[in-house]
């Protein structure tokens, strides 16, 4: 299977992963086969792409680094959570009111984690548009935890950074959806209300069962940035407690590659060349070098363009290898003619190639 935009799928595709809802239901399953009403009703839900079966890649599977059900309840979670916030008089006890199940739900995603630790980033959790926040919860959470493994972080400062990942963004229910879903640029006093959710997540954590102070700096400090241009404090270096570092990395990485209401998304190879420039200005390079090592630039079943003017699909990808996968040559030419002996390419072999561009 491979993701493909929305605006190229055509009907008779097969879809290859479930598409979900907000509350974990499935909007459409793993299977069908589109048809035009479907795509309509995909662009209606605000989805900008989804995963295919491709015949030229059969066989390939691409596998999350979570269970399909821990991805689907932990999102339901969050939605809950955000929504009791969001309820006029409950900010005080609605993580009293789920403090188990956060507890156990970190635990878990911390134990399918250390199962799949070899494994690179290669599949992202597709989202409607009103459901931008909870699936960005649980990408950010799968992201920081991932990284703090890399890290060898374990126990309770691994346990403290993932409750924190997931519910770093939990201030965002205090803010009016008309500013969080503005299709253009924010006003002072807009943006104002958006930075104040960092506080306004750490106040209600404070409140709660499962308050630590390292689960408080994550929430707190996620927009800190190393060179002291982030907020609400402007902590500079590594007054910025390191947790804190590893979850705004993972949330900006998730924000950049999702479609948002004031810009399209950045493919994966974009953001990670954008990260690697910002190292010692807007994040630590050392955190910064092992949250790159589990992510894969040019995920499975990506459609790539080399210098040899030939191009075909991503369908290995190893750590340590991330910028050099392995491409199933399939075509030829800029006029992408049919390739007259496909084959597979180990670009971490052949050095004199290098990825030109992606291609959808």
């Not at 190893?318 to 002996?341: F, N, S």
């Amino acid at each position: 299977m491979r993701k493909i935009s929305l605006e190229n799928v055509q009907p008779g595709m097969i879809l290859a992963k479930p598409i979900l809802g907000g509350s974990g239901q499935v909007l459409l399953n793993s299977g069908v086969e589109i048809k035009s009403q479907y795509i309509k009703y995909l662009e209606s839900m605000g989805i900008n792409a989804i995963y295919i079966e491709d015949k030229r890649i059969e066989g390939l599977i691409i596998n999350d680094l979570i269970k399909e059900k821990t991805r689907r309840e932990t999102r339901l979670m969050v939605k809950e959570i955000m929504g009791d916030i969001e309820a006029e008089g409950n900010q005080s006890k609605c993580l009293a009111i789920k403090d188990k199940k956060i507890t156990q739900t970190v635990s878990k995603i911390i134990e399918e984690l250390l199962n799949n630790k070899e494994m690179l980033v290669s599949l992202m959790d597709i989202r409607a548009k009103g459901d931008y926040l909870f699936a960005h919860s649980v990408n950010c959470c799968v992201l920081a935890t991932l990284t703090a493994i890399e890290m060898k972080i374990d126990g309770d400062n691994l346990k403290c950074l993932a409750t924190g990942a997931m519910l770093h963004d939990m201030g965002m229910a205090t803010v009016p959806d008309s500013i969080l879903q503005k299709p253009g640029a924010l006003t002072h006093d807009e943006y104002e209300t958006v930075k104040n959710h960092a506080i306004y997540g750490y106040e209600i954590l404070k409140k709660s069962p499962i308050f630590s102070a390292r689960t408080g700096a994550v929430i707190l400090q996620h927009h800190e940035r190393y060179n002291g241009q982030g907020y609400p404090q402007g902590l500079v270096g590594d007054k910025v407690n390191p947790l804190a570092q590893i979850t705004a990395l993972a949330d900006v990485y998730d924000a950049m590659t999702s479609e948002r209401p004031y810009r399209k998304a950045f493919q994966p190879h974009e953001v990670v060349e954008m990260l690697q420039s910002w190292g010692n200005v807007y994040f630590d390079l050392e955190i910064l070098r092992h949250f790159l090592v589990n992510i894969a630039p040019y995920p499975l079943g990506t459609h790539v363009f080399l210098s040899n003017k030939e191009s075909g699909l991503v369908i290995d990808c190893k750590p340590g290898y991330a910028l050099r996968p392995t491409v199933r040559i399939l075509y030829t030419g800029e006029d992408m003619a049919p390739h007259p002996a496909p084959y597979d390419l180990n670009l971490a072999q052949v050095l004199d190639l290098v990825i030109q561009k992606v291609l959808d």
